[in-house]
């Protein structure tokens, strides 16, 4: 049983029939958020152990209602809530190799080859088609953005918007990928799985599209702010956002460059 530190030095100690100025608190308290719970010394904290890890195992119950891995290692405030049941799709909308056993067999032959796939004459109006449908889906889920919506309720929607305009949403048993869009809180880099924690005034929600059509995926991608965020949230989404248009950019400009001297690059 060992303590750790706390800031504040105006506390008094817990242990029944102490009351001394303590400035200790347990670590597992800390973890659950604990207030009001501090030691003046080892042997306080040790003498009443029995009794303090009852206050565990009452403040554990209730953390462990909404944070599916209450013992995991998170690297911010951000918990995984519970998930829904997978959506279904109608029969008619067509499916990709993987939606049934959750394999991706033509990308892993794809993978395999050194060919790089150049789209046809033919191909490139139904890849333009797919990804306009994409965007139409990624802008549903943008107007439902705000505080006290729910990703899964994003993710419904995303799904029934899929439906809509006769889609499969990409995302959904990919690799066995349980939802239907991907939805990444604050924190979290990306491929976030929607689930029941409602969107908090402060947070950026990036919202990952993909939709599949006529034999071909539009995918793509955009952050949104939730309600009122700081400064530092606005500054890292706009530096994403400008790198990411650098990067188009030089692009452009590397294959205007070698296409002019008939070189290729990847």
């Given at each position: 049983?060992?303590?750790?530190?706390?800031?504040?030095?105006?506390?008094?100690?817990?242990?029944?029939?102490?009351?001394?100025?303590?400035?200790?608190?347990?670590?597992?308290?800390?973890?659950?958020?604990?207030?009001?719970?501090?030691?003046?010394?080892?042997?306080?904290?040790?003498?009443s152990w029995a009794e303090h890890k009852?206050?565990?195992?009452?403040?554990?119950?209730?953390?462990?209602?909404?944070?599916?891995?209450?013992?995991?290692?998170?690297?911010?405030?951000?918990?995984?809530?519970?998930?829904?049941?997978?959506?279904?799709?109608?029969?008619?909308?067509?499916?990709?190799?993987?939606?049934?056993?959750?394999?991706?067999?033509?990308?892993?032959?794809?993978?395999?080859?050194?060919?790089?796939?150049?789209?046809?004459?033919?191909?490139?109006?139904?890849?333009?088609?797919?990804?306009?449908?994409?965007?139409?889906?990624?802008?549903?889920?943008?107007?439902?953005?705000?505080?006290?919506?729910?990703?899964?309720?994003?993710?419904?929607?995303?799904?029934?918007?899929?439906?809509?305009?006769?889609?499969?949403?990409?995302?959904?048993?990919?690799?066995?990928?349980?939802?239907?869009?991907?939805?990444?809180?604050?924190e979290v880099i990306c491929h976030g799985?929607?689930?029941?924690?409602?969107?908090?005034?402060?947070?950026?929600?990036?919202?990952?599209?993909?939709?599949?059509?006529?034999?071909?995926?539009?995918?793509?991608?955009?952050?949104?702010?939730?309600?009122?965020?700081?400064?530092?949230?606005?500054?890292?989404?706009?530096?994403?956002?400008?790198?990411?248009?650098?990067?188009?950019?030089?692009?452009?400009?590397?294959?205007?460059?070698?296409?002019?001297?008939?070189?290729?690059?990847?």
């Amino acid at each position: 049983l060992t303590f750790v530190f706390c800031i504040s030095m105006a506390k008094v100690c817990t242990t029944p029939g102490c009351g001394k100025p303590s400035s200790l608190q347990c670590p597992t308290c800390l973890k659950l958020k604990i207030e009001d719970s501090y030691f003046c010394s080892q042997e306080c904290f040790k003498s009443s152990w029995a009794e303090h890890k009852l206050v565990h195992k009452r403040n554990k119950v209730v953390a462990d209602k909404n944070d599916m891995w209450p013992d995991f290692q998170y690297t911010g405030k951000l918990r995984a809530y519970p998930q829904t049941p997978r959506r279904t799709l109608p029969l008619h909308i067509a499916r990709p190799d993987y939606a049934a056993a959750g394999i991706p067999e033509s990308e892993r032959i794809a993978k395999a080859s050194s060919h790089m796939k150049q789209l046809s004459p033919g191909e490139i109006p139904k890849m333009k088609a797919v990804c306009k449908l994409g965007r139409e889906v990624l802008d549903v889920a943008a107007r439902a953005i705000r505080p006290g919506v729910t990703t899964d309720e994003i993710d419904r929607l995303v799904h029934e918007a899929c439906i809509e305009r006769d889609c499969y949403p990409s995302p959904l048993n990919y690799v066995h990928f349980p939802k239907s869009c991907c939805t990444s809180v604050n924190e979290v880099i990306c491929h976030g799985i929607p689930d029941t924690r409602e969107l908090e005034d402060g947070d950026i929600c990036n919202v990952d599209i993909t939709v599949y059509r006529d034999g071909f995926h539009g995918d793509l991608n955009e952050t949104m702010f939730v309600g009122d965020v700081s400064d530092t949230a606005r500054k890292l989404v706009q530096c994403a956002y400008d790198s990411m248009m650098k990067g188009i950019s030089i692009g452009t400009h590397t294959h205007t460059h070698t296409h002019k001297h008939i070189i290729s690059y990847l």
